[in-house]
């Protein structure tokens, strides 16, 4: 473990540190790929439209197939654990839940569960992170809050 010699240093190499991650941002605009040995790819990252994004990582993925067969029931479990708007950043953007119930809609799935068991009051998190409002009116997606302990079971694990 490296120890830093006074604050000065600290802040001398926290700040070399964020140029050498801003600057690697500038380097590498374009979309990430990742694969393991055996070509399956791992990790995807895109940037851009929300929509146009999701349906690529998923194809950086091995395509949406990949995951959802014609009649599947899908779950998505996005962070909506605080109150809070989806601009802070603290929460899963209901743009992007949407494109990717949107997609596996698309590939023949016969429902979509949007749920989460969050922090703080489930009615207030699901309405101010816009989870509610992205899904009304979609018979074929379910938002709902894990807030009732019928909702689980105690197992055990061997």
């Known amino acids: 473990m490296q120890r830093f010699r006074s604050r000065r240093d600290f802040l001398t190499r926290s700040g070399e540190m964020l140029g050498s991650g801003l600057l690697a941002g500038s380097i590498y605009p374009e979309p990430c790929r990742a694969e393991t040995a055996a070509g399956d790819v791992d990790l995807a990252v895109?940037?851009?439209?929300?929509?146009?994004?999701?349906?690529?990582a998923l194809e950086l993925l091995g395509g949406v197939g990949r995951f959802i067969r014609p009649g599947d029931t899908v779950l998505l479990k996005p962070n909506v654990s605080f109150p809070n708007p989806p601009r802070w950043g603290s929460t899963t953007s209901p743009e992007l839940v949407k494109a990717v119930a949107d997609l596996a809609l698309n590939a023949g799935a016969a429902r979509v569960i949007v749920a989460d068991n969050t922090m703080q009051d489930s009615a207030a998190c699901f309405d101010a992170t816009g989870m509610n409002a992205a899904f009304a009116g979609n018979g074929k997606v379910k938002v709902i809050?894990?807030?009732?302990?019928?909702?689980?079971?105690?197992?055990?694990?061997?």
Do not use: I, N
């Not at 894990?146 to 694990?157: C, G, K, N, Q, T």
């Open 145 to 158: 809050p894990l807030d009732r302990e019928s909702y689980f079971a105690e197992v055990e694990v061997p």
């Open 46 to 56: 895109v940037r851009g439209d929300v929509e146009k994004a999701a349906g690529r």
